[in-house]
């Protein structure tokens, strides 16, 4: 059970972010003391309270957890504002509307215990029981945000968004968690990923929540929320693998096309398809220039960590370099367009075949344009590469 000094650090604290749970917040919490009194853990319940104005806060306090008032609104400011003042070496957290089972935590402790950093639940492993998750949640949004979690961070678990979870609260907090809204969940995995830590996956069991009030989850919403975060945070699928696809189909097109007009399958490629495969080089070499710009101030502002490749290669590039290969193709496409009306001038500036002047200018337009992309993108990677001092806020402050 919980000690009676609450200063003292515990083994474990489960905590509940809580916002007008009155209907629900007094089992879960006795579920939970139950649970702490069975195993002889020793433990806290702390109740991380997101301005409750429904008495949740005086049913916490009446029945012994400790309740902790989070300044700020959101679910990952209330989750923040809770593993910040537990007590406990490992942390338990999941909502307290009495839909996760606070009475069998055994497996998590146990996961903690051997060394894991962050335990993750997993409800289709463990049963979900009839109206506990909506079917739009169950067959849709969980299966796909969990499968593109997987696939872009590779943290080996299947139910990426399960809000019953364990983890070992100063690897945690390691991690300098962000977001304060319903993308801390994938924040949470995501770094934690990044970080290389050890995580591991349990069954759980998820039943209908006890709430008469809807829930505070928005669907679609909450959905794009947590999905453009996962984006954000792989900019390789996000910039470099649609970049690097679009510059190469569109430059090969272009250069082939360049030498003349081609057929395939009985369908005719010609100048009006360098046209559009020049604008699809464009928006490639643009999405590889904001992989670039994005990892630089990510990384700088640390959002994303560094791999010894990555370091390695930011060592050996500069601004001076960025700004002579956008020159060179700057000047490249210039004197395509001399050439071009140095031949017109040859024809005493007399009318020209439409599709030979196309196919010439489209080459020197574009080499202009990555030209001056790349020297724009230069001169900015020189202002977020630029070295200096770091301001304490309370410098600004007092300033």
Same mark, same amino acid.
């Given at each position: 059970?919980?000690?009676?000094?609450?200063?003292?650090?515990?083994?474990?604290?489960?905590?509940?972010?809580?916002?007008?749970?009155?209907?629900?917040?007094?089992?879960?919490?006795?579920?939970?003391?139950?649970?702490?009194?069975?195993?002889?853990?020793?433990?806290?319940?702390?109740?991380?309270?997101?301005?409750?104005?429904?008495?949740?806060?005086?049913?916490?306090?009446?029945?012994?957890?400790?309740?902790?008032?989070?300044?700020?609104?959101?679910?990952?400011?209330?989750?923040?504002?809770?593993?910040?003042?537990?007590?406990?070496?490992?942390?338990?957290?999941?909502?307290?509307?009495?839909?996760?089972?606070?009475?069998?935590?055994?497996?998590?402790?146990?996961?903690?215990?051997?060394?894991?950093?962050?335990?993750?639940?997993?409800?289709?492993?463990?049963?979900?029981?009839?109206?506990?998750?909506?079917?739009?949640?169950?067959?849709?949004?969980?299966?796909?945000?969990?499968?593109?979690?997987?696939?872009?961070?590779?943290?080996?678990?299947?139910?990426?968004?399960?809000?019953?979870?364990?983890?070992?609260?100063?690897?945690?907090?390691?991690?300098?968690?962000?977001?304060?809204?319903?993308?801390?969940?994938?924040?949470?995995?995501?770094?934690?990923?990044?970080?290389?830590?050890?995580?591991?996956?349990?069954?759980?069991?998820?039943?209908?929540?006890?709430?008469?009030?809807?829930?505070?989850? @928005? +669907?679609?919403?909450?959905? =794009?929320?947590?999905? *453009?975060? /996962? &984006? !954000?945070?792989?900019?390789?699928? %996000?910039?470099?693998?649609?970049?690097?696809?679009?510059?190469?189909?569109?430059?090969?097109?272009?250069?082939?096309?360049?030498?003349?007009?081609?057929?395939?399958?009985?369908?005719?490629?010609?100048?009006?398809?360098?046209?559009?495969?020049?604008?699809?080089?464009?928006?490639?070499?643009?999405?590889?220039?904001?992989?670039?710009?994005?990892?630089?101030?990510?990384?700088?502002?640390?959002?994303?960590?560094?791999?010894?490749?990555? @370091? +390695?290669?930011?060592?050996? =590039?500069?601004?001076? *370099?960025? /700004? &002579? !290969?956008?020159?060179?193709?700057? %000047?490249?496409?210039?004197?395509?367009?001399?050439?071009?009306?140095?031949?017109?001038?040859?024809?005493?500036?007399?009318?020209?075949?439409?599709?030979?002047?196309?196919?010439?200018?489209?080459?020197?337009?574009?080499?202009?344009?990555?030209?001056?992309?790349?020297?724009?993108?230069?001169?900015?990677?020189?202002?977020?590469?630029?070295?200096?001092?770091?301001?304490?806020?309370?410098?600004?402050?007092?300033?």
């Amino acid at each position: 059970m919980s000690p009676s000094n609450d200063t003292e650090p515990v083994e474990l604290t489960i905590l509940m972010p809580c916002l007008n749970e009155a209907e629900t917040l007094e089992v879960c919490i006795r579920k939970a003391q139950g649970f702490l009194a069975r195993t002889g853990i020793s433990g806290e319940v702390l109740v991380s309270d997101n301005g409750s104005t429904d008495g949740s806060q005086k049913i916490a306090t009446d029945l012994g957890a400790r309740v902790s008032d989070a300044p700020r609104r959101g679910y990952g400011a209330a989750l923040i504002n809770g593993i910040e003042t537990a007590r406990g070496r490992y942390v338990i957290m999941a909502d307290a509307d009495d839909s996760y089972d606070f009475e069998h935590l055994e497996p998590f402790v146990e996961r903690l215990r051997a060394g894991a950093d962050l335990v993750m639940g997993n409800r289709f492993a463990g049963g979900i029981a009839p109206g506990a998750m909506p079917p739009l949640h169950k067959y849709l949004g969980n299966p796909v945000l969990s499968a593109i979690g997987q696939l872009f961070f590779r943290p080996g678990v299947r139910d990426f968004h399960c809000g019953l979870r364990g983890f070992n609260r100063e690897r945690m907090l390691e991690l300098h968690l962000q977001t304060t809204g319903m993308e801390f969940a994938s924040e949470m995995v995501v770094k934690s990923s990044l970080a290389r830590y050890r995580i591991e996956e349990v069954p759980t069991t998820l039943k209908k929540d006890g709430r008469s009030r809807p829930p505070h989850l @928005r +669907s679609w919403h909450d959905g =794009w929320r947590h999905l *453009r975060f /996962l &984006l !954000i945070f792989a900019p390789r699928w %996000l910039f470099v693998y649609p970049g690097l696809v679009a510059f190469f189909l569109g430059a090969i097109a272009v250069g082939i096309l360049s030498f003349g007009g081609v057929e395939v399958a009985g369908v005719g490629f010609d100048v009006t398809t360098m046209v559009y495969a020049s604008a699809l080089c464009v928006i490639g070499y643009q999405s590889l220039l904001f992989f670039w710009l994005t990892k630089l101030y990510a990384t700088q502002e640390g959002f994303l960590p560094t791999s010894a490749r990555y @370091r +390695s290669v930011v060592a050996s =590039w500069s601004a001076e *370099r960025g /700004l &002579l !290969i956008g020159v060179g193709l700057f %000047l490249i496409g210039v004197v395509i367009g001399v050439v071009q009306v140095l031949r017109w001038g040859s024809l005493d500036f007399g009318p020209q075949d439409a599709s030979a002047v196309v196919r010439i200018a489209i080459p020197s337009a574009l080499g202009i344009m990555l030209g001056f992309q790349t020297i724009m993108m230069s001169f900015f990677s020189g202002v977020l590469t630029t070295p200096r001092r770091v301001v304490s806020a309370d410098a600004v402050i007092e300033s």
